[in-house]
């Protein structure tokens, strides 16, 4: 785990360029039992401990059928990671990796996204299995996992012709 301002031996870091706000708007706040990084798991399980999607207004009739799905995908930015790494040690063995090709918290849109276990909805709570982040995550989305729905149909001859 990287720890606040380390740079392992090979990693590189850059000047981040200016921001161009996207839009991103929270949706809600992620609850869960882990204060620390160092204390959080590196990846969640679908037996770990309970944890809370606290959905804020307007969005909470968005929960409305979510407990029809097993397994949901969530979507969460990882407020403290660092974003200025392109190449990285994740073993602190002196090999390096770009952060495209890692798991790691550590890239320049620090979004995260696990897919969880549907435990229940109490009011404005989605409560899951399998999250590993941070108690007081800001949450971006919430989808079902996209392995409960059939894949599309082959393109057939003619769907992409224009008139």
Request: with cysteine; proline share 10%.
């Amino acid at each position: 785990m990287v720890r606040e301002g380390e740079i392992r031996p090979g990693e590189v870091a850059i000047e981040m360029p200016p921001a161009r706000d996207a839009g991103l708007i929270f949706i809600g706040r992620i609850r869960t039992p882990w204060t620390s990084r160092l204390m959080t798991p590196r990846q969640g399980r679908h037996d770990g401990p309970v944890c809370r999607l606290e959905i804020f207004e307007p969005w909470v009739r968005a929960i409305k059928g979510v407990d029809f799905y097993g397994n949901l995908e969530v979507l969460y930015w990882l407020h403290q990671s660092r974003r200025d790494l392109v190449l990285q040690s994740p073993k602190s063995n002196g090999k390096t990796r770009g952060a495209f090709s890692l798991r790691s918290p550590v890239r320049p849109n620090p979004i995260a996204t696990s897919i969880v276990k549907l435990v229940g909805v109490e009011g404005n709570v989605i409560l899951v299995r399998g999250l590993d982040c941070l108690d007081g995550t800001p949450l971006l989305d919430v989808k079902p996992d996209r392995c409960e729905f059939t894949p599309l149909a082959p393109p057939q001859p003619g769907d992409f012709e224009t008139e």
